[in-house]
T-cell receptor, first 111, second 114 residues
């Protein structure tokens, strides 16, 4: 399966610290996306990185992609309590336009 | 971007009954999808809702259990039929433009079957 797997499953940090989440996948991809889900809500798209890109930034978010290792990382710098949520990576295999979601990392940021 | 609403936001149902979930998008979109998310788990794609034709179901999901309608480019419904407690889950609607990878999600419908 193309499903990405996030690591760690759960992460608990203090406000102001950085949070790093990782995603590994199995086969070649067109792109990789990260989504956030606040408790009991829908998913919100955060950032997309294409297979020919190695790093991308958006505000306090930094995403890296290593296609040789089939892995990606999401870094949230200077975390805030409002960053508390589940974070999912989603990959779409070449030839498919529908992303497959991983199990997610549950992030708790303590004020 | 698209703004998506779902109704109902939550419901508690008795086993053997059916529930229809509505998904409304604020603009015309090419693709609409229905997902299921069980507590603490990932999203599982149920089907792609096709405008004017039958939905495309993923392995493990069938039309008799999850009939889907999509009468136009802004609206879709998912029915969970003959419910059992195993159907307790969050059901999410999403939309995307063909050729655009980003999906926009509704807030979800939290279903509890007793």
């Amino acid at each position: 399966s193309q499903q990405g797997e996030e690591d760690p499953q759960a992460l608990s940090i203090q406000e102001g610290e950085n949070a790093t989440m990782n995603c590994s996948y199995k086969t070649s991809i067109n792109n990789l996306q990260w989504y956030r889900q606040n408790s009991g809500r829908g998913l919100v798209h955060l950032i997309l990185i294409r297979s020919n890109e190695r790093e991308k930034h958006s505000g306090r978010l930094r995403v890296t992609l290593d296609t040789s290792k089939k892995s990606s990382s999401l870094l949230i710098t200077a975390s805030r309590a409002a960053d508390t949520a589940s974070y999912f990576c989603a990959t779409d295999a070449r030839g498919s336009y529908i992303p497959t979601f991983g199990r997610g990392t549950s992030l708790i940021v303590h004020p | 971007s698209a703004v998506i609403s779902q109704k109902p936001s939550r419901d508690i149902c008795q086993r053997g009954t059916s529930l229809t979930i509505q998904c409304q998008v604020d603009s015309q979109v090419t693709m609409m999808f229905w997902y299921r998310q069980q507590p603490g788990q990932s999203l599982t794609l149920i089907a792609t809702a096709n405008q004017g034709s039958e939905a495309t179901y993923e392995s493990g999901f069938v039309i008799d259990k999850f009939p889907i309608s999509r009468p136009n480019l802004t609206f879709s419904t998912l029915t969970v039929s003959n419910m059992s407690p195993e159907d307790s889950s969050i059901y999410l609607c999403s939309a995307a433009e063909r050729g655009q990878e980003t999906q926009y999600f509704g807030p979800g419908t939290r279903l509890l079957v007793l």
